[in-house]
């Protein structure tokens, strides 16, 4: 699997279905190659100083492609596109835990199964700026110093810094 930089015109050569990631005012683009048989995926995003996040399922079976606001998840079996989702603010990072797909933006956390379902979606009190496993459990820093421990299996947060519990509706 490699991405490498295109041009525009080599973006929109890509068959529409295959654009797995396009932005109306895009001013990057590049396509990543899943090999044979599925071949090329186009991307494009609007800003010039991010980078696309990948990462491949635990179980290899999927990738995981995310950049500026927008995120989706490619069957490596079949080529189809199992996730395309637009998302209300930024990007900050994809993490793979057991047989979940963990996605953090600015503002929210949202944990996905193998089969591309949300199993948890819930705001964040905070900024977010990064996460890290710790055992079985999601560590999600805040922009304030504060830091939430998210159990996936069990789907709450609970803080380090109050110890306070906040579950998800």
């Known amino acids: 699997m490699q991405i490498s930089a295109i041009t525009e015109l080599d973006f929109y050569k890509i068959d529409r279905c295959r654009r797995v990631i396009s932005h109306d005012c895009a001013q990057k683009f590049a396509a990543i190659d899943l090999g044979v048989p599925l071949g090329c995926y186009g991307l494009s995003w609007?800003?010039?100083?991010?980078?696309?996040?990948?990462?491949?399922?635990?179980?290899c079976l999927t990738v995981w492609i995310g950049v500026d606001q927008q995120l989706a998840a490619i069957s490596l079996d079949e080529g189809r596109i199992i996730v395309a989702l637009p998302l209300t603010d930024y990007l900050v990072q994809i993490v793979a835990i057991a047989d979940v797909i963990a996605v953090l933006t600015q503002e929210k956390v949202l944990l996905f199964n193998a089969s591309g379902s949300i199993r948890f979606s819930d705001d964040l009190p905070d900024q977010g700026i990064g996460m890290t496993v710790e055992g079985e459990n999601l560590v999600i820093q805040m922009l304030e110093g504060e830091c939430l421990t998210l159990n996936p299996m069990r789907g709450y947060f609970q803080s380090m810094a109050a110890s306070t519990t906040r579950r998800s509706p």
Not at 46 to 59: A, G, K, T
Request: charged content about 35%; cysteine-free.
């Open 46 to 59: 609007r800003s010039d100083i991010l980078e696309p996040i990948i990462v491949r399922s635990p179980d």
